[in-house]
């Protein structure tokens, strides 16, 4: 069983950063990649970035690359960051992490084992 919570999210003008975190607990977390998942009314919920647990790999939307950046704890942590940066109001939604078990990197939303409860970001204009 993993259990993951978000954080970070709120309200900010366009043009501004935000930086979510989601802490990660649980039985063998170092087995599991992370991705960040948003979902914004009426649409389908999408993978925004993912990480494996080494911090070695990574993989963006193109919507989102050279804006967000997902990183991990450098220390023996388990909180999972996404640092979004020139955020505008398309990038509002609610935010999720979610865990998958796997040795591979994740570029899709299938096959996620563990979800956290989301935080929602708004960017108004």
């Known amino acids: 069983q993993v259990e993951l919570v978000e954080s970070g999210g709120r309200l900010v003008q366009a043009g501004g950063s935000l930086r979510l975190s989601c802490e990660v607990s649980?039985?063998?977390?170092?087995?599991?990649?992370v991705g960040w998942f948003r979902q914004a009314p009426g649409k389908v919920r999408e993978v925004v970035a993912s990480?494996?647990?080494?911090?070695?790999?990574?993989?963006y939307a193109g919507s989102v690359k050279g804006r967000f950046t997902i990183s991990k704890d450098a220390s023996a942590g388990s909180t999972v960051y996404l640092q979004m940066n020139s955020l505008n109001p398309e990038d509002t939604a609610m935010y999720y992490c979610a865990a998958k078990r796997t040795v591979l990197l994740p570029t899709t939303t299938g096959g996620f084992d563990y979800w956290g409860q989301g935080t929602q970001v708004t960017v108004s204009s």
């Open positions: 990480i494996r647990w080494n911090g070695l790999s990574t993989y």
């Open positions: 649980g039985r063998a977390v170092s087995d599991y990649a």
